[in-house]
Protein backbone atom coordinates (compact mmCIF):
# COMPACT_ATOMS: atom_id res chain seq x y z
CA UNK A 1 0.00 0.00 0.00
CA UNK A 2 1.38 3.72 -0.84
CA UNK A 3 1.38 6.04 1.68
CA UNK A 4 -1.67 9.07 2.22
CA UNK A 5 -1.85 11.89 -0.09
CA UNK A 6 1.07 14.72 0.79
CA UNK A 7 -1.86 17.20 0.26
CA UNK A 8 -2.88 18.53 3.75
CA UNK A 9 -6.08 19.52 4.56
CA UNK A 10 -6.57 23.45 4.69
CA UNK A 11 -6.09 24.63 7.89
CA UNK A 12 -8.85 24.92 10.99
CA UNK A 13 -11.64 27.29 10.11
CA UNK A 14 -10.66 28.34 6.58
CA UNK A 15 -13.40 25.66 5.26
CA UNK A 16 -16.67 28.36 4.86
CA UNK A 17 -20.02 28.05 6.80
CA UNK A 18 -21.15 26.55 2.99
CA UNK A 19 -18.19 23.56 3.26
CA UNK A 20 -19.17 22.63 6.42
CA UNK A 21 -22.36 22.56 5.79
CA UNK A 22 -22.10 20.19 2.85
CA UNK A 23 -19.96 17.78 4.76
CA UNK A 24 -21.90 15.34 6.42
CA UNK A 25 -20.90 12.46 9.21
CA UNK A 26 -22.98 9.50 9.68
CA UNK A 27 -22.67 8.05 13.20
CA UNK A 28 -23.27 4.59 14.57
CA UNK A 29 -24.19 4.15 17.95
CA UNK A 30 -21.74 1.96 20.07
CA UNK A 31 -21.74 0.35 23.63
CA UNK A 32 -21.86 3.15 26.32
CA UNK A 33 -23.61 5.59 25.05
CA UNK A 34 -20.31 5.90 23.20
CA UNK A 35 -20.63 7.86 19.32
CA UNK A 36 -17.66 6.79 16.72
CA UNK A 37 -17.80 7.93 13.17
CA UNK A 38 -17.91 5.03 10.85
CA UNK A 39 -18.63 7.10 7.37
CA UNK A 40 -18.09 10.70 5.70
CA UNK A 41 -19.01 12.37 3.25
CA UNK A 42 -18.31 15.48 1.06
CA UNK A 43 -20.29 17.34 -1.55
CA UNK A 44 -17.46 18.97 -3.83
CA UNK A 45 -18.67 21.06 -6.73
CA UNK A 46 -17.07 20.22 -10.45
CA UNK A 47 -17.16 21.42 -14.07
CA UNK A 48 -18.39 18.96 -17.15
CA UNK A 49 -16.25 19.58 -19.63
CA UNK A 50 -17.93 19.53 -22.20
CA UNK A 51 -17.48 20.40 -25.91
CA UNK A 52 -19.49 23.70 -25.36
CA UNK A 53 -19.28 25.88 -22.50
CA UNK A 54 -18.52 23.92 -19.40
CA UNK A 55 -21.17 22.73 -17.18
CA UNK A 56 -21.33 23.20 -13.04
CA UNK A 57 -21.85 20.03 -12.03
CA UNK A 58 -21.47 18.03 -8.20
CA UNK A 59 -20.48 14.98 -6.68
CA UNK A 60 -20.99 13.63 -3.29
CA UNK A 61 -18.30 11.88 -2.03
CA UNK A 62 -18.94 8.87 0.23
CA UNK A 63 -16.25 6.89 2.84
CA UNK A 64 -17.47 3.58 4.77
CA UNK A 65 -15.11 2.00 6.98
CA UNK A 66 -17.64 -1.04 6.75
CA UNK A 67 -15.64 -1.53 3.12
CA UNK A 68 -12.91 0.69 3.41
CA UNK A 69 -11.05 -0.02 0.24
CA UNK A 70 -13.98 2.31 -1.51
CA UNK A 71 -15.30 5.46 -2.53
CA UNK A 72 -18.74 5.93 -3.54
CA UNK A 73 -19.38 9.10 -5.96
CA UNK A 74 -22.67 10.00 -7.00
CA UNK A 75 -21.91 13.06 -9.67
CA UNK A 76 -24.97 15.38 -10.72
CA UNK A 77 -24.34 16.90 -13.72
CA UNK A 78 -27.82 18.02 -13.76
CA UNK A 79 -31.64 17.90 -13.16
CA UNK A 80 -32.37 14.25 -12.62
CA UNK A 81 -28.90 13.44 -14.58
CA UNK A 82 -27.31 10.83 -11.40
CA UNK A 83 -24.28 8.42 -11.95
CA UNK A 84 -23.25 6.31 -9.01
CA UNK A 85 -19.38 5.26 -9.34
CA UNK A 86 -17.64 3.06 -6.63
CA UNK A 87 -13.54 2.90 -7.01
CA UNK A 88 -10.60 2.37 -4.79
CA UNK A 89 -9.54 5.63 -2.41
CA UNK A 90 -5.95 4.50 -3.30
CA UNK A 91 -6.83 6.05 -7.30
CA UNK A 92 -8.28 8.59 -5.51
CA UNK A 93 -5.53 9.23 -3.95
CA UNK A 94 -2.67 8.71 -6.39
CA UNK A 95 -4.69 10.30 -8.69
CA UNK A 96 -4.30 13.77 -7.06
CA UNK A 97 -0.31 13.35 -7.62
CA UNK A 98 -0.41 11.90 -10.95
CA UNK A 99 -2.11 9.58 -13.57
CA UNK A 100 -4.10 6.87 -12.19
CA UNK A 101 -6.50 3.98 -12.91
CA UNK A 102 -6.14 2.18 -16.41
CA UNK A 103 -9.90 1.16 -16.74
CA UNK A 104 -13.10 3.33 -16.40
CA UNK A 105 -12.15 5.54 -13.80
CA UNK A 106 -9.23 8.00 -14.38
CA UNK A 107 -8.01 10.85 -11.93
CA UNK A 108 -4.77 13.05 -12.61
CA UNK A 109 -3.87 16.27 -11.48
CA UNK A 110 -3.77 19.80 -13.91
CA UNK A 111 -3.15 23.07 -13.34
CA UNK A 112 -0.68 23.04 -11.33
CA UNK A 113 -1.92 20.34 -9.00
CA UNK A 114 -4.91 22.83 -8.12
CA UNK A 115 -7.74 21.20 -9.71
CA UNK A 116 -8.08 16.80 -10.47
CA UNK A 117 -9.53 15.64 -13.76
CA UNK A 118 -11.97 12.87 -12.68
CA UNK A 119 -12.49 11.23 -16.74
CA UNK A 120 -15.40 8.21 -16.15
CA UNK A 121 -15.91 6.17 -19.09
CA UNK A 122 -19.11 3.70 -19.85
CA UNK A 123 -20.63 1.91 -22.61
CA UNK A 124 -22.90 4.79 -22.79
CA UNK A 125 -20.04 7.28 -22.85
CA UNK A 126 -17.07 9.78 -21.13
CA UNK A 127 -17.67 12.43 -19.09
CA UNK A 128 -15.06 14.35 -17.80
CA UNK A 129 -14.66 16.68 -14.14
CA UNK A 130 -12.65 19.15 -12.79
CA UNK A 131 -12.44 19.01 -9.21
CA UNK A 132 -10.74 21.24 -6.66
CA UNK A 133 -7.86 19.23 -5.55
CA UNK A 134 -7.97 20.71 -1.83
CA UNK A 135 -11.50 19.77 -1.58
CA UNK A 136 -10.83 16.01 -3.03
CA UNK A 137 -7.77 16.16 -0.04
CA UNK A 138 -9.69 16.90 2.63
CA UNK A 139 -12.07 14.37 2.15
CA UNK A 140 -9.10 11.87 1.44
CA UNK A 141 -7.44 13.57 4.88
CA UNK A 142 -11.19 12.74 6.81
CA UNK A 143 -11.13 9.29 5.17
CA UNK A 144 -7.85 8.26 6.62
CA UNK A 145 -8.42 9.58 10.32
CA UNK A 146 -11.27 7.09 10.42
CA UNK A 147 -8.94 3.70 8.53
CA UNK A 148 -5.26 5.10 7.80
CA UNK A 149 -3.90 3.80 4.50
CA UNK A 150 -2.39 0.18 5.48
CA UNK A 151 -5.06 -0.33 7.58
CA UNK A 152 -7.79 -1.54 5.46
CA UNK A 153 -7.41 -5.29 5.66
CA UNK A 154 -8.25 -5.14 9.45
CA UNK A 155 -11.26 -3.22 8.87
CA UNK A 156 -12.58 -5.69 5.81
CA UNK A 157 -14.61 -8.36 5.97
CA UNK A 158 -13.17 -10.24 3.27
CA UNK A 159 -15.72 -13.41 4.13
CA UNK A 160 -18.87 -11.47 3.70
CA UNK A 161 -17.37 -9.26 0.78
CA UNK A 162 -17.20 -13.29 -1.09
CA UNK A 163 -19.69 -14.71 0.46
CA UNK A 164 -21.86 -11.75 -1.16
CA UNK A 165 -20.63 -11.67 -4.70
CA UNK A 166 -21.30 -15.23 -4.82
CA UNK A 167 -25.15 -14.64 -3.97
CA UNK A 168 -25.07 -12.56 -6.30
CA UNK A 169 -23.72 -14.91 -8.95
CA UNK A 170 -25.89 -17.84 -7.59
CA UNK A 171 -23.28 -19.55 -6.54
CA UNK A 172 -24.25 -20.48 -3.08
Known sequence: MGSPPRHDPAPAGSAGKDQASRRRTRWRQLRGGRRAVSAVSAVVGLRLLARGPDLPASARFRYDTSDPFEVRAVFRAGPGE???????????????????????????????????????????GTARFEAPAAAIARFL????????????????????????ILAEDGLR
Request: proline share 6%; hydrophobic share 50%.
Open 82 to 124: LAEWVFARSLLAQGLDGLAGAGDVRIWPACGGRVAVIRLSSPY
Open 141 to 164: ADTYRLVPDGAEPARADLDAGIAA
